[in-house]
Structure formats: structure tokens, C-alpha cells
């Protein structure tokens, strides 16, 4: 059997300036019937730098642009997802639209093959009770405001 390994991802912590409402995509684990929300993100190819990987993944995904992005931490997440284990290490960047008006869109849909939508998640709205993931970034999150 062939030795798995993590993979790396980079993911984009966009924020409404002045709020504490981040971007997130809404996702579904359909083995578990779990939903969940997580910051868009993707894979980072090997000779990619994070932040390079993180524009590529955002145009892919949702057709934007990024202003410039700054790492703010790492979190490893060990999962299961459709049945299938994974491991990960999240690399979460602290970024923004280049272009302003985009935050005053209240949903983005998604451009690639596969359909997704972002919308925007008030973290300290106590109805929202779907799991943000992966575990350990509301550390990152809790820092205040862009």
C-alpha cells in the first residue's frame, strides 16, 4: 500500500472591513449528512508558494481577485470526509478583494466544475450553528478585525 501524505492548502481569511463577517463556502459531507462552512481555499502544487496558490484557487473558484495576502498561521487538521480520512496542513492567509465592491455582494457563486457557494459568516452570531471548519481556526478569527 502506497504511503499517504498530508496535503498542503492554502486558505483565504477574507473579512468585511471593520466586521467580524468572514467569507466562507458552504459545504456538505454527503456520507456523514453533515454541513459545514470553511474558508475558500485550495491545494498548493509543489514550487507554488502558498499565496500564489491561494490567488490561483480564488480566480478558479470564484472569479476574483486578491489584494495582497499575509500569512497569519498554520493549523493541522486530521478528518474524515465522505468516508475517507485526510489530513491537511491549512495554511491561512489574511486577505481582501482588490476590488472593493465585492464586499457588498452577499453571495458568490462558484465558477469552477464543482458548484460552490460563499456567502458571509457573522462569527458572533449564535443562530449560526453550522461547524466552521477546520477545527483550531476560530484562534485565528478571534484576533478582532481586518
Same mark, same amino acid.
Given at each position: 500500500m502506497a504511503k499517504r501524505k498530508p496535503r498542503v492548502v492554502a486558505l483565504a481569511l477574507i473579512r468585511r472591513p471593520g466586521t467580524r463577517v468572514i467569507l466562507v463556502s458552504n459545504s456538505r459531507d454527503e456520507v456523514a449528512g453533515v454541513r459545514f462552512q470553511r474558508p475558500f481555499g485550495?491545494? +498548493?502544487? *509543489?514550487?507554488? &508558494?502558498?499565496?500564489? /496558490?491561494? &490567488?490561483?484557487?480564488?480566480?478558479?473558484?470564484?472569479? +476574483?481577485?486578491? @489584494?495582497? /495576502?499575509?500569512l497569519v498561521g498554520a493549523v493541522e487538521n486530521l478528518f474524515v470526509f465522505?468516508?475517507?480520512?485526510?489530513?491537511?496542513?491549512?495554511?491561512?492567509?489574511?486577505?481582501? *478583494?482588490?476590488?472593493?465592491?465585492?464586499?457588498?455582494? !452577499?453571495? *458568490?457563486?462558484? +465558477?469552477? @466544475?464543482?458548484?460552490?457557494?460563499? +456567502?458571509?459568516?457573522?462569527? !458572533? !452570531?449564535?443562530?449560526?450553528?453550522l461547524p466552521l471548519y477546520p477545527p483550531g481556526l476560530a484562534t485565528y478569527l478571534a484576533a478582532g478585525t481586518r
Open positions: 485550495g491545494g +498548493v502544487e *509543489f514550487g507554488e &508558494r502558498g499565496d500564489e /496558490a491561494l &490567488r490561483r484557487e480564488l480566480t478558479e473558484e470564484l472569479g +476574483v481577485e486578491l @489584494a495582497e /495576502a499575509r465522505e468516508g475517507q480520512p485526510g489530513h491537511e496542513i491549512l495554511l491561512l492567509y489574511e486577505t481582501g *478583494f482588490a476590488d472593493a465592491s465585492l464586499y457588498e455582494k !452577499d453571495r *458568490f457563486e462558484g +465558477v469552477e @466544475a464543482e458548484p460552490k457557494t460563499g +456567502v458571509w459568516r457573522d462569527l !458572533d !452570531d449564535p443562530q449560526n450553528d
